[in-house]
């Protein structure tokens, strides 16, 4: 059994990866003050990553006919904004630990981070304006338009998110869970990039609601994936295994458990909720995870995920089948399927 | 006795109810593109990937059978279909309510009016040239290369505006339309990045026959100072704001030779 969606993502990814890595590091300033912001802001985009929203962006583009010189600095603005609010995520979420290293406000402290985030914010900008200038004025204010409303909708979905973890009273639905990562995830990590790339390889406008079923499909879930790696991930995963139990975040698997709780489980499960992750021992994460496990919230999760990739494909057919086979289209095909075969 | 000849049915092409999640949305197997079955991901595999199986079947084995806690799988994603339509609708409402495209990119025509901004560049090595714009800003706001030479006129408002120069000497022009209009009236161009300031007077609107594009006229008198130039289009009924025509008047270019 061979695997050609497996070859064909790790080559774009590292392919268009490389291209997006030039040209960001064009946008980084490299000039003082470095050490308390340039350093900081350089910081996450050279960690790598994976890479995936620039790369849909550059093979979305070239399906629909566009040279990927033309798409890269798009892909780059998306990166860099990708990065900046990893950045406040990081701090939001208090999280310790990002792409296998300490998270940028646990290095530099929260106010130079809060900074640095803001910075890489700005200067994704950029790549964009110069895009403006090349681009027809038919096409350069839709594109700006759209991330406008990719901004919206990501801050919305922060918001959803950090009010439920400001008030352990809410029992978010899985209804209320996708919403927030249709806004959250999903319009960064894919729906905004396919519409860029679109744009800019049809050098045309689109329809309003093109790629969002799509884009919400695949992203969420991308995004589930990505909620199960952090709790199976160990040490190969880029943020701390478990993270996500030790903030209490609402997953599909912790929204599971909550519907699941005997009457003896409810109190300890309030208590775990109401605890500060400061506060919330190895004992507290060992027994939420065991409760998911004993009910397979997570096996439920993962089968949930691939009916949404199974719907993403059925989106991908529909809107691409008018294109001719590319290797880009192929990527963005099995980018659908990677999802669930990797490991970070 | 046996009859040899025993009627036998067709293998039915299933024996259980087709629950996979592609079929869940009217989709099948068969949509995973129009690539070439040997280029799939995965020869011969389950379409989503090595280790999938029909979730059905899956949640039937488990050990968990029934406790899927959303129900059937194809459920839950046409669930998600119709949150992620309700989301779609959301945005266009959303859109309406503050006057344009969330998105930006659907809008009607009348409120593209409000989007369309031309720079187009021309040049004279003449003593005297009239060039037309429409043309070409229509080719600009296109953006395909295919010219939309149509005005778009929707209940009588106008929005598209060609632009017609009168120039002796190289410049750089755009009209960029706030909302649509009846009838507009022009004011002078006036740059104020000088002093004292300078204006360009000879400005008029062409409102041109009925389905036709109005044009607005330029003259740039010889000698013009160099700069920028705006001068606003007012709507004739309520001389409101609809729109601005932003001229620059570049310096002299060898070829030219003295204004």
């Not at chain 2, 629950?19 to 040997?38: E, F, H, I, P, Y």
């Not at chain 2, 209009?181 to 409102?207: E, G, K, Y």
């Not at chain 2, 008198?221 to 620059?248: E, F, I, N, W």
Request: net charge negative.
């Amino acid at each position: 059994m061979t695997y050609h969606g497996v070859d064909t993502v790790s080559v774009v990814l590292d392919e268009y990866g490389a291209m997006v890595r030039d040209v960001m590091a064009d946008y980084l300033p490299k000039q003082e003050p470095r050490k308390y912001l340039y350093d900081p802001v350089a910081d996450y985009p050279s960690r790598g990553g994976k890479m995936m929203r620039p790369s849909l962006c550059i093979a979305t583009a070239r399906a629909f006919g566009a040279e990927p010189e033309r798409a890269v600095r798009a892909a780059a603005a998306i990166e860099m904004l990708h990065n900046s609010l990893l950045i406040h995520d990081d701090i939001e979420d208090e999280s310790e630990e990002r792409r296998g290293k300490p998270t940028l406000h646990a290095m530099h402290g929260i106010p130079i981070a809060l900074n640095a985030g803001d910075m890489l914010a700005m200067l994704s900008i950029r790549p964009l304006l110069e895009n403006v200038y090349d681009a027809s004025p038919w096409l350069s204010i839709p594109i700006i338009q759209d991330m406008e409303r990719m901004a919206r909708e990501s801050a919305e979905g922060q918001a959803l998110e950090l009010g439920w973890r400001r008030d352990p009273d809410q029992r978010p639905t899985r209804d209320d869970y996708l919403i927030m990562v249709l806004k959250k995830t999903c319009w960064l990590a894919a729906i905004y990039p396919c519409r860029l790339g679109a744009m800019l390889g049809k050098r045309s406008k689109i329809t309003n609601d093109a790629f969002i079923r799509f884009g919400f499909f695949f992203g969420a879930a991308f995004q589930i994936q990505d909620d199960v790696l952090n709790l199976n991930g160990g040490l190969t995963y880029g943020k701390e295994s478990c993270g996500d139990l030790w903030e209490a975040k609402w997953t599909l698997m912790l929204i599971d458990v909550a519907q699941s709780l005997t009457e003896a489980e409810r109190p300890r499960f309030e208590a775990y909720l109401r605890k500060s992750r400061e506060t919330r021992t190895e004992e507290d994460v060992a027994w939420v995870l065991d409760l998911m496990n004993r009910i397979g919230a997570i096996e439920n999760a993962q089968m949930f995920a691939r009916g949404l990739a199974g719907a993403a494909l059925g989106e991908f057919s529909t809107l691409l089948s008018d294109l001719p086979d590319s290797r880009d289209k192929r990527f963005i095909r099995d980018l659908i399927t990677w999802t669930f075969r990797r490991d970070h | 006795m046996d009859n040899p000849e025993r009627i036998k049915r067709p293998q039915p092409e299933r024996t259980k109810p087709n629950r996979n999640v592609l079929g869940a949305l009217g989709q099948s197997d068969a949509m995973l593109g129009s690539l070439d079955a040997a280029q799939s991901p995965i020869d011969g595999g389950h379409p989503l990937g090595p280790g999938f199986s029909d979730p059905v079947q899956k949640s039937a084995t488990n050990g968990n059978a029934g406790s899927d806690p959303f129900g059937l799988i194809d459920e839950g994603v046409r669930a998600a279909s119709d949150l992620v339509d309700a989301h779609i609708r959301q945005g266009e409402e959303t859109a309406k309510s503050l006057g344009k495209s969330a998105a930006g990119i659907s809008l009607a025509q009348t409120d593209v009016s409000g989007l369309l901004t031309g720079l187009v560049r021309a040049y004279s090595d003449v003593a005297s040239v009239w060039v037309d714009i429409v043309g070409s800003l229509a080719h600009k706001i296109d953006g395909t290369g295919a010219a939309k030479a149509d005005p778009t006129q929707t209940q009588g408002l106008t929005s598209t505006i060609g632009l017609s120069i009168t120039s002796a000497g190289s410049v750089e022009t755009g009209i960029e339309m706030f909302r649509p209009a009846i009838d507009v009236r022009p004011q002078p161009l006036v740059s104020t990045s000088m002093t004292p300031p300078a204006q360009i007077n000879d400005v008029a609107f062409d409102a041109g026959q009925p389905g036709t594009a109005g044009k607005i006229r330029v003259t740039v008198p010889k000698g013009q100072t160099p700069g920028v130039y705006h001068g606003l289009l007012l709507s004739a009924s309520d001389q409101t704001p609809v729109g601005v025509v932003t001229l620059r008047v570049l310096g002299q270019t060898p070829q030219e030779g003295p204004a």
